[in-house]
Every structure is written in structure tokens, then in C-alpha cells.
């Protein structure tokens, strides 16, 4: 059976929850921000793993996906990092 826990506050979205039926504690990733980068694959975004035995989310990780070997621009770079900022602040604002 899937937990019936709610997002957390400020959530976008959330993966299918994992372990249902295992007998481990079911969990799910949870995404609070992902930002593209214009005209480029890259992307930024945090997420955390929320437990359903309280809900409580923790395991906070900033992820940058699409770069591999690929050039950015001027703008794409100074895109990028205020990604990379907006991901940093919120993590602290969710640990601290």
C-alpha cells in the first residue's frame, strides 16, 4: 500500500515512493527546486528524501545534470551560478 503522506511544504514534486512492500521504512525523493538553463541541457536542482514514518526530509543534495563535456556561453555560465546559489540558499534554509 502507498503511504498517504502529504509533499513537505515548498515541494514541486516527488518520485514514486521505494521499499513499499519490503518491509524497509518507505521513501521517496523529493524535488524543491530545478532550474534549466536556457539553450543548454544543463539543469540545477536540490531535492531531499522524505521518510513516510514521520514525513520528516532529510538527505538534502544540490544535483547538476546536462553538462558532461558541453560549452556554456557568458549568459548560460552566469545562469548556472545563480542556479547553483538559489539551489545553496535553499538547502541552508532547510538544515538550519
Given at each position: 500500500?502507498?503511504?498517504?503522506?502529504p509533499?513537505?511544504a515548498?515541494a514541486m514534486?516527488?518520485?514514486?515512493?521505494?521499499?513499499?512492500?519490503t518491509?524497509a521504512?518507505?521513501?521517496?525523493?523529493?524535488a524543491f527546486l530545478?532550474?534549466?538553463?536556457i539553450?543548454h541541457?544543463?539543469q540545477?536542482?536540490m531535492?531531499g528524501?522524505?521518510?513516510a514514518?514521520?514525513s520528516?526530509?532529510?538527505?538534502?543534495?544540490?544535483?547538476?545534470e546536462g553538462?558532461?563535456?558541453?560549452y556554456l556561453?557568458?549568459?548560460q555560465?552566469?545562469e548556472l551560478?545563480?542556479a547553483?546559489?538559489?539551489?545553496a540558499d535553499?538547502?541552508d534554509?532547510?538544515?538550519?
Open positions: 500500500m502507498t503511504p498517504n503522506v509533499l513537505p515548498g514534486f516527488a518520485d514514486p515512493w521505494q521499499e513499499v512492500g518491509g521504512p518507505p521513501w521517496r525523493a523529493v530545478r532550474r534549466r538553463i539553450g541541457d544543463a540545477v536542482s531535492s528524501i522524505q521518510y514514518a514521520d520528516h526530509v532529510d538527505d538534502f543534495q544540490i544535483l547538476v553538462l558532461e563535456c558541453d556561453n557568458s549568459d555560465a552566469r551560478a545563480a547553483l546559489l538559489e539551489a535553499e538547502m534554509r532547510r538544515t538550519r
